[in-house]
């Protein structure tokens, strides 16, 4: 059996590698807004925001398959390794259609899927630009998000952070040039979302000569029973993303009625700076799930356990680090994003951004129990937890506490609903400990 100080080792060459990868991907995220602020205004942050429910869209389609799909491959890959042969072919292939589906209906509805999303005279134009060019994004971050799961549960965790840094570096700039070189404005900004997971897929592809892969490619027909094996154990990331395109939408909508478009932009530099933590919380989960998932196959559920609290320790202390660091400087933060020195934008970001954050350590716990209960195949009390956390808890609150409290109200929703789930999901996880140690 491996020994505890030797996993916490394998936790640590993981969870660096992931975060790395992930904040890399963050700061795509920040410096994307930062021009499309410089470019086009505060106008041009709302349309972001109003735009970023699809991106969870197509990112919790790829994290069901993805993830779901690359735990059932760790579960199986060691004892069975027939079983998952063509496991990764098949969700891409799935995928890829699915993304070219999207496309076409996000065309077909495009001025209706605009007003569902809170567009109005004043944005609807450059809703119609930005968002009729992303749509051809779907499929390839879908099938990036799916490439990357499995290559790092292939063992592989240094090239999924190569392809991360090299994709941040690449679309930073090709969205600089397409933004201010090309004068594409907008346009320039949607064009750019196409080549992201693009340049990540193509780093990717050098698994092909990794010499100690299990992962193949085969053409084959997408099977329903593998389909359904992968969202199993899937549905909790997914339902995870899906209630941040939820949330987002909701948020927007709440802001909208109470204050207008600014207050929608605030929200969105808030929510965009938020994408720091998050992706460090996931960077840990996501270096936790692949050997929790070994070990528990292995039947050796006290290595699984080791795992979780050696994570735990990991993702608190640097959610903590990083929400001190942004609260201290939450002026310049907001600042470099409020281009045309908007004050309403300036006061509700610079008030909303101390109490929405306060939400980043129990946010951080929360991603990784759901991800480890996933990972220890206890994929329905994880989707139970995922559910509580992004729909049946939040969205009453962010309703009920806009009544109470107006913009601010809204911020605070989320330091409470993730306090909340913390507290369901010890309670959750403390069970499973129990059974895994019994």
Known sequence: MTGALAIKREINHYVIRNILANVGLSTYVLIDTLFIAIAAGSLGLTVLNLALPLYNIFN???????????TYFSLHKVKEPARVQTTYSQLMIFAFGLGVVEIGLIWLFLDPLLHLLGADSQTLGLGRTYVGIMAFSAPLYM???????????????????????????????????????????????????????LCSLLVLSRHARFKHRQLTWRWVKPQLATLKAAARLGLAPFMNEMSSGVSIYVFNWMLLLLAGNYAVAAYGVVANVAIITLAAANGVALGVQPIASREFGKHAPQNAVTAFWHGLK?????????????????????????????????????????????SAVF??????????????????????????????????????????GGVNGVFAAMPVNELLITLIGAGMVRNELRRLTA
């Open 314 to 358: 990991l993702t608190v202390t640097l959610a903590a680090l990083l929400t001190l660091g942004l609260i201290v400087f939450k002026a310049p933060i907001v600042a470099l994003f409020n281009t045309e020195h908007q004050p309403q934008l300036l006061h509700y970001a610079l008030t909303g951004l101390p109490i929405y954050f306060t």
């Open 363 to 404: 946010a951080a716990a929360n991603i990784l129990m759901i991800i480890f209960l996933t990972a220890v195949n206890r994929g329905q009390v994880s989707f139970t937890l995922s559910f509580l956390r992004g729909y049946v808890i939040l969205l009453p609150l962010i309703v009920l506490l806009a009544w109470l």
């Open 143 to 197: 099938c990036n998000y799916i490439t990357i799961n499995f290559v790092r549960n292939d063992g592989n965790p240094s090239l999924t952070m190569m392809a991360t840094l090299t994709e941040t570096v690449c679309v930073v700039l090709i969205d600089w040039f397409f933004i201010f070189k090309l004068g594409l404005q907008m346009e320039g900004a949607a064009l750019a979302v196409i080549f992201s997971p």
């Open 60 to 70: 919790a389609t790829g994290l069901l398959l993805g993830v779901g799909g690359a």
